[in-house]
């Protein structure tokens, strides 16, 4: 198995190539990045193979690419892909738009490749559990869910990440989608209502998009949830961000918290204290969910749907903030 990673834009991508060389039959064959010199960067840091452009990538006929541009660019580099029959594990959220959304999912069904969306929460360990608690009606009905994925504001990783022509937003964008899919996939039903307030209390004088955010969902079956997606942690964090979750059901409450598994570590070599992660690697699952989905011919876990499903909440949340009324899905 064959696998290249297109563009270097996104922080993820530093995890990825290590993730994919884990992969016991996995060839990582290098990396291609429209920026030069942050490709050559990480070529030189990973000592990968770079390329020279994307099309050299692709045209070494590769099984499979991870996709890691800056949000806003990843239509275009999914369309490539599609078009030289390369299977395709795309970062979040899967485009800024539903429009582009659409016709990236519309693309790779054409070209019968399969097209995955990068929620490592989907195999997060102890969100499986819970989703086998709900399977096993251990929780029995549930009522409401509280959620939250908080972090600091994260453009000391990629400036990027706090343009809203590249990433699509700020906050929302950012952190709604996670939370959003898990959701959908814990309660088996989609959201057909949301209600959203946004603001810039955080990080006011730095940024210009929305740095704070609190959306309230009721989806099909009546459930209703609340997600916090703020960048609100100060920023000597021990890390650069979380996800924690409450389910309150029939038979009681249940707290997750994704990130639990972890070391506080205090050394000499950093300002502040870390996070060193002793328990499941999330990310190493997704990336072998995504080879064995091209290996077994099938669709993998997560879908193109699914990327598209969630970014469609974080929309609607952005619609509701401006109007300050809730707003119905699918959105038209």
Not at 151 to 176: C, N, Q, S, Y
Not at 264 to 280: C, D, E, K, L, R
Request: with cysteine; hydrophobic share 40%; glycine share 8%.
């Amino acid at each position: 198995m064959r696998i290249g990673i297109l563009s270097f834009a996104h922080l993820h991508a530093e995890a990825y190539i290590g993730n994919l060389r884990a992969t016991p039959g996995v060839e990582m064959i290098g990396i291609a990045d429209e920026n030069q010199d942050r490709g050559q960067h990480f070529a030189d840091q990973f000592e990968s193979n770079l390329y020279p452009n994307y099309e050299a990538l692709l045209a070494d006929q590769p099984d499979g690419v991870v996709i890691c541009s800056e949000n806003a660019h990843h239509r275009p580099l999914v369309e490539m892909a599609a078009d030289a029959g390369v299977h395709i594990l795309s970062e979040k959220p899967l485009a800024t738009s539903l429009e582009d959304a659409q016709a990236m999912t519309d693309t790779c069904a054409r070209a019968g490749v399969k097209l995955m969306t990068a929620y490592p929460m989907r195999f997060s360990t102890p969100m499986v559990e819970i989703k086998a608690l709900i399977e096993r009606g251990e929780l029995g009905r549930i009522y409401t869910c509280s959620t939250s994925n908080q972090g600091a504001l994260p453009r000391h990783h990629r400036e990027w990440f706090v343009e809203k022509e590249l990433a699509g937003g700020g906050a929302i964008m950012d952190h709604t989608v996670h939370l959003a899919d898990l959701l959908r996939w814990f309660l088996d039903s989609e959201v057909v209502e949301v209600y959203a307030q946004t603001n810039h209390i955080f990080h006011a004088d730095s940024v210009d998009v929305e740095t704070g955010g609190l959306l309230m969902l009721t989806f099909e079956n009546g459930i209703f949830a609340s997600i916090d997606c703020s960048w609100s942690r100060p920023k000597n964090w021990p890390t650069w961000g979380g996800l924690e979750m409450k389910l309150v059901a029939e038979n009681g409450v249940v707290g997750v918290d994704a990130f639990r598994q972890n070391l506080v570590v205090y050394g000499q070599q950093s300002a502040h204290p870390t996070w060193a992660y002793w328990g499941s690697d999330a990310n190493q699952a997704m990336i072998e969910e995504f080879v064995d989905a091209i290996r077994e011919n099938r669709q993998p876990i997560v879908t193109g749907f699914d990327g598209y499903k969630s970014l469609e909440v974080a929309l609607a949340a952005y619609q509701s903030a401006e109007s300050g009324q809730p707003v119905k899905l699918p959105l038209q």
